[in-house]
């Protein structure tokens, strides 16, 4: 059979695709952006075809339904690999479970059957004329399901951006084809804040012309992005890509001219947006997809000199150790590729990590704390945390003493929060504060 007739011998409806999936079954949804939402509502309204089936899957752009709608016990159950907002309340309440796991390991976890995968449903493009079509705008995890599930099903759109790189695959490794277009979701950034700006000034700071960066999505990557227009031939490795980026390389600031590895290229695992930007991506040579366990692997990254990498945290106590997941006991997210890329920074020639944060949470609450909520995890150890950067400035702590380490947050802490912080310092080392 040529590749039309293996395409059209495999187009079905929802309802047929979905049947094929038996009871006990471990289902993986594509990574945000990327899952099939037509599906999933279709898999959600039939609730009562399915036994015992688990859902599992990072980030979503779908409505959880499967955890947070009455009567999906015995049909469907989620496990989370990266809690998120539609999430938190089932997995807090013991409706939905949590699976922590580094991002650039999930592959291997998948591929050695230690997190077996039976199913998998994801969105693609349309074939080309050689039969290729394009996961789009999620590699990381979702290439190594479709090559190691029993079952593939992928939902056909042709508002889909055909990314390039690891995302091109054959119409021959799915096994159901259903067709449904529907606008792409989107994420669109918002203002930036006073405080957003201060960040993204100190953090821009420490990144230097020929740079390589690794970027996540929201406000204090979007700061970052707008204090390096002046840089120049800056590099992309990242787990993430956003609008961001693209105005940069638009700009002429972005050119991957001095990377060790993939010179020439944006290598990234997922991408989120605004059509805008998955326009830009569709077909766009400069863009390169690949899989997290090559983009997140800390000796991939290593490769790369002068890699700076900028992430998040919920709380940092005054040892440097960083909670970027949980509000003490309840899990709000996951590590993500946080540690991933300050391990790979920390083995990279001139590598820098770069943890950025809010001082406070709304003004009310200090994200700098004597000692983590009790219960919080521990997302990066003190040993492993470089730089520390708030709109109030940069704390270094690599080579530091605990001492040291105290004074410096103390330093970049809001000042309405200082006093308090200080009194913990001085309690638990017996000195005093002059620093």
């Given at each position: ?51 015992n089936v688990e859902i599992c899957h990072l980030g979503s752009s779908g409505k959880h339904r499967y955890c947070n709608e009455a009567g999906m016990e015995g049909h469907l159950h989620h496990n989370s690999f990266f809690v998120s907002g539609n999430s938190r309340e089932a997995v807090f309440e013991g409706r939905a479970d949590y699976t922590p796991a580094f991002f650039h390991e999930l592959p291997r976890l998948i ?325």
């Amino acid at each position: 059979m040529n590749w039309k007739e293996i395409y059209e011998s495999r187009i079905m409806s929802a309802e047929d695709a979905l049947k094929k999936i038996p009871a006990n079954s471990r289902v993986f949804f594509a990574h945000s952006m990327s899952e099939p939402t037509y599906l999933v509502d279709c898999m959600c309204d039939h609730k009562d075809w399915f036994t015992n089936v688990e859902i599992c899957h990072l980030g979503s752009s779908g409505k959880h339904r499967y955890c947070n709608e009455a009567g999906m016990e015995g049909h469907l159950h989620h496990n989370s690999f990266f809690v998120s907002g539609n999430s938190r309340e089932a997995v807090f309440e013991g409706r939905a479970d949590y699976t922590p796991a580094f991002f650039h390991e999930l592959p291997r976890l998948i591929r050695e059957k230690i997190v077996p995968v039976d199913v998998v449903m994801l969105t693609v493009t349309p074939p080309d004329e050689n039969g290729n079509i394009s996961i789009g705008l999620s590699c990381d995890y979702t290439k190594g399901c479709i090559e190691n599930a029993k079952l593939v099903i992928a939902q056909v759109n042709d508002q889909w951006p055909f990314t390039l790189g690891g995302a091109v695959i054959d119409v021959s490794q799915i096994d159901c084809f259903v067709l449904h277009n529907a606008p792409v979701p989107e994420l669109k950034p918002g203002p930036l804040t006073d405080i957003e700006i201060g960040i993204g000034r100190n953090c821009a700071s420490l990144i230097q012309d020929g740079d390589t960066l690794q970027l996540g999505i929201g406000s204090i990557p979007d700061a970052v992005c707008a204090f390096l227009k002046e840089k120049k031939d800056l590099g992309i490795h990242t787990e993430l890509m956003c609008d961001g980026v693209m105005d940069l390389i638009k700009a002429g600031v972005i050119t991957n001219s001095k990377k060790e590895i993939d010179k020439g290229v944006c290598t990234t695992a997922f991408i989120m947006g605004t059509r805008a930007m998955y326009d830009f991506v569709d077909h766009n040579p400069m863009i390169n997809m690949q899989p997290v366990d090559y983009t997140n692997h800390p000796v991939t990254i290593a490769k790369l000199d002068h890699i700076v990498s900028i992430n998040s945290a919920v709380q940092v106590d005054l040892q440097g150790q960083v909670c970027s997941e949980s509000i003490g006991l309840k899990q709000i997210s996951a590590v993500g590729g946080q540690v991933d890329f300050v391990r790979g920074a920390a083995m990279s020639k001139y590598g820098k990590a770069i943890i950025a944060m809010p001082s406070t949470v709304k003004g009310k609450v200090s994200k700098i704390v004597p000692v983590l909520d009790e219960g919080a995890a521990v997302t990066t150890s003190r040993n492993d945390v470089e730089y520390v950067v708030t709109e109030y400035g940069i704390a270094y702590l690599k080579g530091k003493t605990l001492k040291q380490r105290a004074e410096a947050l103390i330093k970049i802490a809001h000042p309405q929060f200082r006093q308090e912080l200080i009194d913990a310092y001085e309690k638990r080392y017996h000195c005093t504060y002059d620093a």
